[in-house]
């Protein structure tokens, strides 16, 4: 071999090595690209879940508040009739009332008045 076969010789041995640490070097980066989207995917999977999960707890949670609301607005409905009934009931002549209405009582000297009511 001649002077200039030899340097040949060792461009090439250069150029393979540089090629081959090249190479290494990719497929490094790759695999570490790949495990870190494959880490990203798996991620990304689990916070969707955990979202979609929440949002359809949210909404059972605000239909049972509608619900329970709407019950506590009949309750406190309920409850002002009854305070307004027993107002009412205080007073001696709403009393009178209710007795000559419902039972057919009257006060002495009272004269009932019945009127039938016919249909038309």
Partial sequence: MGKYAAKEQARRQTVK?????????????RR??????????????WAGYTLISQQSQIADKSAELAKKTSEQQMTK????????????????????QLARKNYGMYLPGETPIRTEETSP
């Fill in 17 to 29: 090595t540089t090629q081959e640490s090249k190479s290494d070097k990719s497929a490094g980066a």
């Fill in 32 to 45: 570490r690209i790949w495990i870190w989207s494959a880490f990203m995917v798996i991620f990304l999977g």
């Fill in 77 to 96: 409905q309920s409850q002002d009739q009854l305070t307004t009934e027993v107002k009412r009931l205080n007073d001696p002549e709403y009393i009178g």
